[in-house]
């Protein structure tokens, strides 16, 4: 949990997205797994920030760990599926960005521990 904690506060959100809202946000995201890496994308390290417009629609800007991932759509597709249960969103959105590139500072302690990185 505490791991959790840790990584929930790198992630940033907007003034819409109440701390309960990123928290369910996040735990939503953690059900979705990088498919090639078999860790979640949040434990990867992989989204930078929630945000959420007056509409309760969320945009999560994210990136991926190679600008070459073949299976970028199908990332967004389960980010999307993932927050299509969470209460109190109404729409999802993806934002895949490059800048800042992904670095392996971002990875949790379990996640390097399974990917055998330092």
């Given at each position: 949990m505490e791991?959790?904690?840790?990584?929930m506060e790198q992630i940033e959100t907007n003034d819409n997205v109440t701390p309960e809202l990123k928290e369910k946000v996040v735990e939503a995201l953690?059900?979705?797994e990088?498919?090639?890496?078999?860790i979640d994308i949040v434990n990867l390290g992989l989204v930078y920030r929630i945000e959420m417009d007056e509409n309760k629609n969320v945009n999560v800007v994210m990136t991926l760990t190679s600008m070459?991932?073949?299976?970028?759509?199908m990332i967004v597709t389960l980010v999307k599926?993932?927050?299509?249960k969470v209460e109190d969103v109404h729409d999802a959105d993806v934002e895949i960005v490059w800048n800042p590139p992904w670095s392996k500072e971002r990875v949790s302690r379990m996640a390097k521990m399974v990917l055998r990185i330092s």
């Open positions: 791991e959790l904690q840790e990584l953690t059900n979705v990088d498919p090639e890496l078999g070459g991932c073949p299976l970028a759509g599926e993932a927050l299509d």
